[in-house]
């Protein structure tokens, strides 16, 4: 080891100064002799005395004492990069990014980088904000104070600026938090080009474990997807992710420590530090301008996101005019003009806000809240998870945005692109969607 590792172990606490002698060879007194040198001229001029004299530019011991001891007491686990935009935003250092980084890692406290594998072509950016977001779950011990648990963060990441458009902690990459994910960006931007995720079972149907994806049968989030004429664009390795792997990355490498360092230990303690927190710091780090100033997000317009983000699933009513759904029984009212609804092919919706409502075809039979229980047709439903009770917006009409299609369920051979005339496409009230019909 060099003799300014020694000592910068020492300062930071890892050896005594006596074990710091017994490494060099030293004896006690000669220790001293180097500990006061070092605070008579300064960490530089322990290694810069080529010409017998301290370098004029040296950084001041205090000053190197302060910012080892900032990481050992405080930031412990950041990386380089962002333990230097932490301190210098945080604590006023004016010490250079490299400098620091040399030092956190002469003292012991952090390891060198790896030395990079063989050269890989980057993939060009997509020139155009909203013309390809990345979504993918990472699931990792966010919460540092409760090592024993795991939670899954989603995120949606533009491809064109970098910037972090949607991130959450969730229980579990389900299809419930990925469709909550697309639905509070899309209520914010607008509709995007396309999305582009990996092959979970929640985004794709895979015949074959390995092979292509389906392009006639499609999950809940495709059924959606293709509601809203979005692309939905799967990969087939992870270094075809490699934007949404890296914002993983970076992600782990920060928000752990942040959290840790606030001391938060529950989800919604945590989803809230990322909203008023962490997204506008992370955006302002790493955001980017497009290389086309040009939006690709379609304006919503007046169009209930409740109507295009729900599952579905075929049922049949039972003698008693009830249907059984996530271990919920539905009591269906008596219906006008019909005497019984027993043994109706029905579909149920389950929402977003965990609400439920039954169809047959275009007739609305019955709407519940989330533990079963009927409400009156009509009630307003949240819009979006982080506000509850708000009223939706007016009701879907085919006049309200251009080029709204009849969706017709992707199955017997005809694919499930973007259509030809028009941006967004709304399925008649109960269509059920191709996996479920196929079953039933």
């Known amino acids: 080891m060099k003799v300014r590792e020694v000592i910068l172990r020492a300062i930071s606490g890892e050896y005594t100064w006596l074990q710091a002698a017994e490494i060099l060879g030293m004896s006690p007194r000669s220790i001293r002799r180097w500990r006061q040198r070092m605070d008579l001229y300064g960490y530089a001029g322990l290694i810069d005395m080529r010409r017998g004299i301290p370098s004029p530019r040296r950084a001041p011991v205090s000053e190197i004492e302060r910012i080892v001891g900032l990481y050992r007491d405080t930031y412990r686990g950041y990386n380089a990069r962002h333990f230097y935009q932490t301190v210098k935003r945080e604590h006023g250092v004016k010490l250079s990014y490299t400098y620091v980084r040399q030092l956190l890692q002469g003292a012991g406290l952090m390891k060198k980088g790896r030395a990079r ?80 995720t990996d092959r979970a079972g929640w985004a794709f149907e895979t015949p074959k474990a390995g092979g292509p994806v389906s392009k006639t049968l499609l999950t809940q989030a495709g059924e959606a997807l293709a509601r809203l004429g979005i692309e939905h664009i799967p990969s087939y390795s992870p270094q075809a992710r490699g934007r949404s792997e890296r914002m993983n990355r970076t992600l782990q490498g920060r928000l752990v420590n942040e959290l840790r360092v606030a001391g938060i230990t529950t989800l919604e303690a945590a989803n809230a ?102 409400r009156a047709i009509g009630t307003t439903v949240p819009m979006h998870q982080d506000a509850p009770g708000t009223a939706q917006t007016a009701p879907v009409a085919s006049g309200v945005v251009p080029a709204i299609n009849t969706y017709a369920p992707s199955r017997g051979g005809v694919g499930a692109g973007v259509p030809a005339s028009g941006r967004l496409r709304l399925p008649p009230a109960g269509t059920p969607p191709s996996r479920m019909a196929a079953k039933a």
């Not at 011990?141 to 902690?169: C, F, G, H, M, N």
């Not at 919503?300 to 049949?316: M, P, S, T």
Request: aromatic residues 8%.
């Open 117 to 196: 594998g063989r050269h890989r072509r980057r993939r060009e950016r997509r020139p155009r904000f909203g013309e390809m977001l990345h979504l993918d779950g990472s699931r990792h011990v966010w919460l540092a104070l409760v090592p024993d648990e795991k939670q899954t963060l989603i995120q949606v990441v533009d491809d064109a600026t970098s910037r972090l458009l949607y991130t959450q902690l969730w229980a579990g990459e389900t299809t419930q938090a990925v469709m909550t994910a697309m639905r509070e960006v899309i209520r914010e931007h607008g509709i995007p080009e396309s999305f582009y």
């Open 273 to 374: 530090y990322l909203r008023e927190r962490y997204l506008p710091t992370h955006n302002e780090e790493f955001a980017r301008e497009p290389a086309d100033p040009t939006s690709a997000f379609v304006e919503l317009g007046h169009v209930d996101l409740d109507e295009i983000f729900f599952e579905e699933e075929v049922r049949k009513v039972g003698k008693d005019n009830t249907v059984c759904f996530d271990g919920l029984l539905l009591q269906l009212v008596k219906q006008p003009g019909r005497r019984t609804c027993a043994g109706l092919a029905v579909q149920v919706r389950r929402h977003l806000d965990g609400g439920h409502t039954v169809r047959r075809g275009t007739q609305l039979l019955g709407v519940y809240d989330a533990q079963g229980r009927h």
